[in-house]
């Protein structure tokens, strides 16, 4: 409608600056979180600039880290805890578990850490600390 669009048109003015922001964020988690544990990282293809509307990990131990980070007061997100193959609306398909084990992998390990463009740095140092103190603390 009329509002969104007026609201739309100014945050447009922002994207560039935002979407910076974002790169600088997902750098500095790269940075820090390097080597650390089992952590897949985002990596970016040649010749192309991701956006980071997410930083999603990847880690066998997600279900744990989300609980620790939750008691740190980190909220992190599952955008997918269903593979798609697996949710209620494709069943007619006749997909089973492990026709997409990629997929399911995913599904299961799969963890978005907090990105925004207002995050400041202590922010984003507060929770590589904390995913780093979570993976120390395994060994």
């Not at 985002?42 to 999603?56: G, I």
Request: proline share 4%; net charge positive; charged share 25%.
């Amino acid at each position: 409608d009329g509002i969104q669009g007026a609201v739309l048109g100014v945050k447009l003015k922002y994207l560039k600056q935002w979407t910076e922001r974002r790169r600088t964020i997902a750098q500095t988690y790269k940075r820090l979180l390097s080597g650390v544990g089992d952590i897949i990282l985002p990596f970016e293809s040649r010749n192309t600039r991701h956006v980071y509307h997410l930083f999603v990990i990847q880690t066998k131990q997600r279900k744990r880290l989300k609980e620790f980070l939750s008691q740190k007061e980190i909220s992190t997100t599952i955008a997918y805890p269903i593979p798609l193959h697996l949710q209620q609306a494709y069943r007619s398909l006749g997909y089973s578990k492990g026709d997409f084990p990629n997929s399911e992998v995913a599904a299961d390990e799969c963890l978005s850490l907090p990105i925004y463009p207002e995050m400041s740095d202590e922010q984003v140092g507060y929770v590589a600390e904390n995913v780093k103190s979570f993976f120390l603390d395994k060994r």
